[in-house]
């Protein structure tokens, strides 16, 4: 299992990934914003979303989980 986490402090703005949905090494799965600026997020592993741990809207710091990849 590998966690992906935040590579900056950030709002989520968007979740482009569902639980249960498979997922490929550097498939983007969450959009962070910082300074009006969209970053992606990209699962670092095939896998598949097994939890969802950050909500939109959250703000989050640098390394804080964002979901789980089986």
Do not use: H, R
């Not at 703000?59 to 990849?69: A, C, M, Q, T």
């Amino acid at each position: 299992m590998a966690t992906v986490k935040a590579s900056m402090a950030g709002t989520v703005w968007k979740i482009v990934v569902a639980e249960g949905e498979a997922v490929t090494a550097g498939q983007d799965v969450v959009i962070l914003e910082s300074m009006k600026m969209e970053i992606p997020i990209a699962a670092e592993q095939d896998g598949v979303v097994t939890k969802i741990i950050a909500n939109e809207g959250d703000f989050i710091n640098l390394d804080d989980d964002l979901l789980e990849i089986e």
